[in-house]
């Protein structure tokens, strides 16, 4: 069985600065997909940005990018010139590759992030 | 478009009562989710429709919690009798073929 572990339960820092969440996970898969998910307070949660295992460069979102190290199982999300809307719930998620499509997401406990004016 | 759509946003009942749960997926959405997230744990699959057929329901805790989603369209998940470990959060997500979770804003289930 996979796992998904998230070892920051809270985080704080001021606007504009960087900050990075970890996320390491356990799988004897080989394709899989990673995720960082989003839940601001009292609003949906929304897909942040995605990895795919077989790639080896790092997926970016504007100030969002990954730092996927697949040896050593760790996939950790860095947030540059952070910003108030920002503060949110964020969850790492793993999910083995399928073929019929199906997306059964294996998340971490959450790190929930402040970002202080 | 709208997005997916649960009703209650929250909902507070008593140990051994009934609570139904409402999805209305994106239109369109063939596939439907249901997670949840026990108070300070990890959000954990519960089942997951294509149209209206269960094609994996092995995350669903007990007999106690049945999930329909008649005619492919809105789905309800119900909680008879519910329990104190009921308890938590209930997200529901909708997907296309092969393409990444729309989340709703989920359920806050309290069990008192």
């Known amino acids: 069985a996979q796992t998904v572990t998230q070892s920051q339960p809270e985080m704080s820092v001021q606007e504009a600065e960087t900050v990075t969440l970890s996320c390491t996970y356990d799988t004897s898969e080989s394709n899989y997909y990673l995720f960082w998910y989003k839940q601001p307070p009292s609003r949906q949660m929304i897909l942040v940005i995605r990895q795919e295992a077989y790639k080896q460069q790092n997926a970016t979102e504007n100030r969002f990018s990954v730092n996927f190290q697949k040896a050593a199982k760790s996939f950790s999300l860095k947030i540059s010139d952070s910003q108030l809307g920002d503060t949110a719930m964020y969850f790492c998620a793993f999910m083995k590759r399928r073929s019929q499509g199906a997306q059964k997401l294996v998340f971490g406990q959450g790190t929930r992030l402040t970002i202080n004016p | 478009e709208a997005g997916v759509t649960q009703f209650p946003s929250h909902s507070v009942i008593e140990k051994g009562q009934t609570v139904t749960l409402r999805c209305d997926p994106i239109?369109?959405?063939?596939?439907l989710y249901w997670y949840r997230r026990v108070m300070g744990k990890e959000i954990k699959f519960l089942l997951h429709f294509v149209k209206e057929s269960k094609q994996d329901e092995s995350g669903m805790p007990n007999n106690r919690f049945l999930a329909e989603r008649t005619g492919g369209t809105y789905s309800t998940l119900k909680v008879q009798p519910a329990e104190l470990e009921d308890s938590g959060v209930y997200f529901c997500?909708?997907?296309?073929?092969?393409?990444?979770?729309?989340f709703g804003n989920g359920t806050r289930l309290t069990v008192t």
């Open positions: 997500a909708s997907s296309p073929y092969n393409s990444p979770l729309h």
């Open positions: 239109s369109g959405h063939d596939n």
